[in-house]
């Protein structure tokens, strides 16, 4: 099995980082009430990019600090 690509690192310009960037934000104003502590990415299928998606969404969490 191969890493999954980052591409808000790799493509940070790309539509599919600002997707994930986006993300980011609706999960932090989903926390405002109450914190959150953690962020579950769940499919019905195997190999449907989760591995991905939960990378992609944690660098972009990391770039915004």
Sequence with gaps: MSAPE???FSRPASEAAE???RL???VQFAEVDRPLHTVSVVAA???SGKSAIAANLAAAFGQAG
């Design 6 to 8: 980052l591409v808000v």
């Design 19 to 21: 997707q994930f960037r």
């Design 24 to 26: 980011r934000t609706n």
């Design 45 to 47: 299928h195997s190999h």
